[in-house]
């Protein structure tokens, strides 16, 4: 004798096929409109952060040479025009490039993680970089903090 078929099951199986169903279906014009300008603006964003290090002060120490987001996190990578003597002054660059992300990111309405990585080419070995710390800033807590490579394990 069989056993019924739980009506639990049924719902469970008629939902997921709705699901795909709505998945496949094709976007309305104002999503594709409006996943498109968020596209412009965010791309808009990261030019103003790649252009932190166009102040000609600035531009003597270090460049903003990549800047990624992938949602949760937005990276930017510092490169270095100088050799640090120490890691304060490593800190103090990628501490003044988050907190301008920051503040641009903000203006936006946008909230992420910030991680800004400074390296520099290595001098001995063409093609390779130094890589010497990063800022991290959290958005749950409001709080950054630099880590040399040597305590993120690099």
């Known amino acids: 004798m069989k056993k019924p078929v739980k009506w639990s099951v049924a719902i469970i199986i008629a939902c997921a096929i709705l699901i795909i169903f709505i998945s496949i279906l094709p976007k309305s014009e104002k999503q594709r409109a409006a996943e498109e300008q968020k596209t412009e603006d965010l791309a808009k964003i990261k030019q103003q952060i790649r252009e932190i290090s166009a102040d000609q002060q ?5 460049s903003c040479a990549k800047v990624e ?3 949760s996190v937005c990276q930017i990578w510092v490169e270095l025009l100088f050799e ?20 641009i990111l903000d203006a936006a309405g946008i909230s ?4 800004v990585w400074a390296n520099r080419p290595d001098p001995k070995k063409k093609g390779n970089v130094i890589l ?3 800022t991290f800033y959290s958005h749950y807590t409001g709080e950054s903090e630099f880590k ?3 305590e993120l394990n690099l």
Do not use: H, L, M, N
């Open 58 to 62: 600035i531009a003597k120490f270090i």
């Open 69 to 71: 987001d992938d949602g």
């Open 84 to 103: 640090p003597d120490d890691y304060q002054q490593v800190k103090t660059w990628t501490d003044a490039v988050c907190e301008s992300s920051k503040r």
């Open 112 to 115: 992420r993680d910030i991680s």
């Open 132 to 134: 010497y710390g990063r």
């Open 148 to 150: 040399s490579a040597e």
